[in-house]
């Protein structure tokens, strides 16, 4: 079924993202993660689609079995990153013949090693390019595409970032999921500027349960993010004393807030970033009563 149609229920949700694990001998363990989240009851989940396209054959796989054997509703993620015409038709022509709806267009991050995105085609240089063959050759898909509350690290305005984004929901896009971030206000201050930039299509907050310090530095030395003074300072407490446990429950404890302050101020749902992470996410499901 297609996202679009799902997010018309109008009840909050939560989605969840996973990314596959590079080597088979590890799909065991993640499909037992899989199974542990599925009381959470997410609208989707989504699989990402690894640095260069890494492990996109592992992400084909991955969503249809997880429409097939595990009766969710997958999106996959698909990148400009080594893309040729040929290899993303194969990709869309099977995620089609798998019964999956819903794929996220994404322009996608540098090959590791590089620092500066370098368009393998020039057929698709922007993730718009990629909506629009989307749109154009598989109508019947539903695309979602990035946003960012907090600006894309390379873009030059946040003027400028939203008139992308324009473009790419001008060009098909369905909805947005945005990327993470830590102060809802970036979030309702970044919807309102889009839609006053004639943007409507449904904004979907992304939300980080922060499990390791360590972790979200990494992730935000490489996204674009903020995180609150206050609570950085109240995760280094927590690693000082030498308690990874302890970051986790603040940091389950500061998502739980966050997706709860979201939905409350107007959020259609949250989109939780897993990590392949299960206990954490279902504590903050558990503590949002969906």
């Not at 991050?109 to 749109?135: C, M, N």
């Not at 970032?161 to 809802?184: H, I, M, P, R, S």
């Not at 429950?249 to 979201?262: D, K, P, S, W």
Request: charged share 20%.
């Amino acid at each position: 079924m297609k996202i679009i149609d799902l997010l018309k229920r109008d009840e909050p949700f939560v989605s969840l993202e996973f990314f596959p694990p590079k080597e088979k001998s590890a799909w065991p363990g993640f499909f037992d993660v899989v199974n542990w989240l599925k009381p959470a009851n997410p609208l989707f989940v989504s699989v990402t689609y690894g640095a260069g396209g890494s492990t996109q054959a592992n992400t084909l796989e991955i969503v249809s079995r997880l429409k097939r054997e595990y009766g969710l509703e997958p999106m996959a993620h698909l990148t400009c990153v080594g893309a040729a015409e040929k290899n993303i038709r194969a990709f869309l022509d099977a995620l089609v013949d798998a019964g999956v709806d819903n794929v996220l267009a994404l322009r996608g991050d540098p090959p590791r090693g590089q620092t500066d995105f370098v368009p393998d085609s020039e057929q698709f240089r922007y993730a718009s390019d990629l909506v629009a063959f989307i749109r154009a050759e598989y109508p019947a898909l539903c695309i979602g595409v990035a946003a960012y509350p907090e600006v894309h690290p390379q873009a030059e305005s946040p003027e400028k970032d939203l008139e992308y984004l324009k473009l790419k929901v001008d060009a098909g896009g369905d909805f947005a999921v945005t990327q993470l971030f830590f102060d809802n206000r970036r979030y309702f201050d970044f919807v309102a500027r889009a839609r006053a930039a004639g943007i409507g299509v449904p904004m979907l907050p992304g939300v980080l349960p922060v499990v390791s310090l360590a972790g979200v530095k990494r992730m935000l030395s490489f996204c674009g993010a903020s995180i609150p003074p206050d609570y950085l300072r109240s995760l280094e407490e927590a690693d000082a004393a030498g308690s990874n446990a302890a970051v986790a429950e603040r940091g389950v404890a500061y998502a739980t807030a966050q997706a709860r302050g979201l939905i409350d101020g107007g959020a259609p749902g949250v989109h939780l970033y897993t990590l392949n992470k299960a206990e954490a996410c279902l504590k903050i499901v558990g503590g949002l009563g969906l």
